[in-house]
């Protein structure tokens, strides 16, 4: 993934997303995958946003009766910004269910000091430096320790399962959307 995204992918999710119903969310995702400035304390940096991007392409759905739930939503159940300056437990304290997350502290959601991958509460540090990195790690995270995608993420996992690592593509169960996406992606 950290060697494809750059090159593959990064630049074609933002043009795909150019062409949604644009709200004030996308936009300012938009704008931070494509101008990133160290002047913006209110946004992601550049493969953070490209990546919630890509959430925002592919719809949520949560429950057994997939219910669509807002990408917003679903942003909180995959990446969670902690300002540095707070007590690191009041987030694992608030925080409803099991599937592991991304947690970014530091002093601005575009300067991240320290970021661990959640697993049943417990932090665990990431090695990785970038965000990009971090999403890397949470991916694995599931099959290191051989958990279910969130429900409300599946459609985002399953797309990076089998479109960027290519993991059991013929027998993996993929929604229309997931399938067109990968044919615009990677035509």
């Keep these: 993934m950290l060697d494809k995204w750059d090159t593959a992918f990064k ?18 995702l938009l704008n931070a995958a494509e ?26 759905t949560a ?18 910004f902690h300002k540095s300056c707070c007590s690191i437990d009041e987030p694992l304290r608030g925080r409803k269910g099991q599937q592991p997350y991304i947690l970014a502290a530091g002093r601005t959601q575009n300067k991240i000091d320290t970021i661990y991958i959640v697993v049943d509460k417990q932090l665990i ?19 290191v320790f051989n958990l279910s995608y969130e429900e409300s993420l ?12 290519n993991i059991d593509v013929t027998t993996t169960d993929e929604s229309p959307r997931i399938r067109e996406l990968r044919a615009k992606l990677l035509n």
């Design 125 to 143: 540090p990431c090695q990785a430096t970038s965000s990009l990195g971090a999403f890397d790690g949470l991916f694995k995270s599931h099959y």
């Design 154 to 165: 599946v459609q985002l996992y399953t797309f990076v399962q089998t479109t960027v690592y």
């Design 63 to 80: 429950g057994r009766k997939r219910s669509k739930i807002s990408a917003s939503d679903a942003v909180e159940k995959m990446v969670h």
């Design 35 to 60: 101008k990133p400035t160290e002047n913006d304390d209110t946004s992601w940096n550049s493969d953070m946003a490209s990546l919630l991007l890509l959430l925002h392409l592919l719809p949520s």
């Design 11 to 28: 630049n074609k999710v933002i043009k795909e997303a150019k062409q949604l119903t644009q709200s004030k969310e996308l936009c300012r």
